[in-house]
């Protein structure tokens, strides 16, 4: 399973639908290794840097680099379990733990200051001032009762982003 010259049976399908727990349909994962096929263009069962960054909407996000850290080499299973972070079917909790990936840098399990300030850098490139960037940091942290001194874990940040009538509807189209 992965290369363009391989078909996907009903087990494979199967198999896929498990890992991403059900959030995509049969057909959906068919159509996605369609699109996984299109992009190992070497056929070597994952997908590389470069062939993410043939993705127009990849290339183009400002968090296309943390991105890649979590996408660089991913099988088709991978892809599809990844993907299904963007499904309309996932829980805010999944999208929720998938935006705390990008903002943990160095991958510790902890986000700081420093890993808030680094990402709104990345947002926000040279329209904002280094100075601008760290009070509105510091601000947005004080107005929900924390300092820049502290760290958030995974549930922490659950807990901050978590409350009713906050949608997070970013969803990646299948078709």
């Known amino acids: 399973m992965g290369n363009a010259s391989s ?44 062939e993410f960054l043939s993705i127009p ?10 991105l890649l850290r979590m996408v660089d080499g991913l099988n088709f299973k991978d892809f599809v379990a990844f993907l299904s972070t963007f499904s309309a079917k996932a829980s805010l909790r999944q ?4 935006i705390f990936k990008v903002y943990d840098i160095d991958g510790k399990g902890k ?14 490139g040279s329209f904002m001032s280094e100075e601008q960037r760290e009070q509105v940091l510091s601000k947005v942290l004080e107005e929900a009762g924390y300092t820049k001194d502290c760290s958030f874990s995974v549930e922490d940040f659950i807990q901050i982003i978590d409350h009713p009538g906050l949608k997070m509807e970013v969803e990646v189209p299948i078709d």
């Open 111 to 124: 986000v700081t200051f420093k890993d808030l300030l680094e990402v709104l850098r990345d947002l926000t």
């Open 95 to 98: 999208k929720i733990e998938l």
């Open 57 to 66: 909407e990849f290339s183009l996000n400002p968090l296309s680099k943390r």
């Open 7 to 50: 078909m996907l049976t009903q087990y494979d399908i199967e198999e896929v639908q498990e890992h991403c727990n059900y959030l995509f349909s049969q057909q959906e994962i068919v159509s996605l290794y369609e699109r996984f096929c299109q992009l190992d263009r070497s056929a070597k069962g994952f997908i590389s840097e470069d």
